[in-house]
């Protein structure tokens, strides 16, 4: 009786401890990195932040292009738009104040959880619970919130981290940029 009793003690808590899903953070010096769909080419890219008081900036390095886009903290709080740009224009990339880069604005997660959508680069993205793949890291399943355009299939998946809405997939994107989060190192 006492060893079903810890089989079944074991059973339980090993399904718990995969049924848990993975919050990707950002800390000073994190490495995100991706896969990215461009224009019909696969490029693997890598991110790695760096975090202030004031601001927040992503180094960037893929195929010999290596650059640092900076967002301003107005855009991490109240951005509406976001950047696609690839690194190539300058070695320091200062985005507007309304520009984030790879994850949407603390204001624009709200709205999405409060609302179930938010307004991005003028176009409205809608929560789908629906009918949402999940994306994977190392076999750890992200704890994400899968959103669709309105105006095109464009889909995205948003981690769920209100400090740092991070976007860990992108598809069917219309300007042909479509990445994919594949490994964090903290």
Known sequence: MKNIFLMLLFCIVYQKGIAQQYIPTIK???QLHYVCKL??????LQLT??????????????????????????????GTELSFNQG???????????E??????????????????????????????KNAESVQIDGKTIDALHVKAQ????????????DFPLICKI??????????????VD
């Open 39 to 44: 224009h019909g080419q696969t490029r693997s």
């Open 28 to 30: 000073n010096n994190s």
């Open 88 to 98: 190539e224009y300058a070695p320091v990339l200062n985005l507007k104040p309304t």
């Open 49 to 78: 932040a760096e975090t202030a008081a004031d601001k927040l900036a992503f180094k960037l390095e893929t195929r010999g292009v290596k650059s640092k886009i900076v967002m301003l903290p107005e855009a991490v709080q109240n």
């Open 171 to 184: 598809t069917n994107n219309p300007l042909g940029i479509n990445p994919t989060l594949v490994k964090v």
């Open 151 to 162: 105006i095109d299939e464009t889909e995205m998946w948003i981690v769920k981290n209100p």
């Open 100 to 129: 984030t880069f790879f994850m949407i604005s603390r204001s624009a997660y709200k709205n999405l959880i409060k609302n179930s959508s938010f307004v991005y680069n003028n176009t409205t993205y809608v929560l789908d619970e």
